[in-house]
């Protein structure tokens, strides 16, 4: 009788699934990263080791998204309300995109990853702004994934931006206020140039947007994992990913 092979045969024939048998792959994923702190706690380790043991699953969550052909993953990594924390961790973290830019960039060129991101930009430390501006020049020509980092980001405060921008351009009759509608709303926030995401991922057991993209993720699919981001891997991402093949997202028809 044939022995039933186990799924990882030997180091050689490990895999998870090949990309080609994903079908409808989401085109924007969306990952709250989160459970750094806590990864590190229970390790015995100060937060910011967790942060940065995350910052490397960054870059293999990255080279996933490639192989499965996604188009755009945004990853939020800086709220706007992350600076309620100590000031050694809001600097640690604030510096982590250098870090990640200093040590990544090489392959995420040899990937044809371009890099943008969203939030408030101008309002990030300058070694943080110098280090995502040189990444964002050297790779715009690139037309592989849109790596987008939320960065200093919060939905609140992108859609108050929106608004005052909005009342700015309607003072200046640039258009009148029927043809204010959802289209044009959109077109004021940091995400104005991308689709909504399709499937929005949060790791570390919590259950909640955060301030995370409020507007934008109105007929997202969510996927919640208790995993902890430090432990986010390929396999993980696979089950999400398929998990997402067998929604059935209605936009409120039938
Ligand atoms: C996510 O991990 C990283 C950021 C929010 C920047 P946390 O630092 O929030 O980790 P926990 O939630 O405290 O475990
Ligand atoms: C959300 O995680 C922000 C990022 C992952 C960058 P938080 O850890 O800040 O969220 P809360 O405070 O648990 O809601
Ligand atoms: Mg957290």
Known sequence: MPMKLPFFKSKNEERFIQSEELTNVPEHVAIIMDG???????????????HKA???????????????????LTLFAFSTENWRRPKQEVEYLLRLPKEFLHIYLPDLMKNNVRIETIGDFDSLPDYTKEAVRYAKEKTKNNDGLLLNFALNYGSRDEILSAI???????D???????????????????????????????????????NFLLW???????????????????????????????RSR???GI
């Not at 990255?62 to 499965?68: D, G, I, L, Q, S």
């Open 216 to 246: 934008q993720s109105a007929y997202t699919e969510f996927w919640f994992t208790d995993v902890l981001w430090p432990d986010f891997n390929e396999e993980i991402f696979v089950e999400a990913l398929m998990d997402y093949q067998n």
């Open 164 to 170: 005052k921008l909005i009342m700015k351009d309607f």
């Open 54 to 72: 995350g910052m490397d699953v960054v870059k293999k969550t990255v080279e996933t998204a490639v192989k499965y052909n996604i188009k755009v």
């Open 250 to 252: 209605r936009f409120g």
């Open 36 to 50: 750094n702190g806590r990864w590190a706690k229970r390790k015995g380790l100060p937060r910011i080791a967790g």
């Open 172 to 210: 200046e009759d640039k258009f009148s206020l029927e043809q204010l509608d959802e289209e044009r709303l959109s077109q004021y926030l940091y995400t104005n140039h991308l689709s909504d995401p399709d499937l929005l991922i949060r790791t570390s057991g919590e259950q909640r947007l955060s």
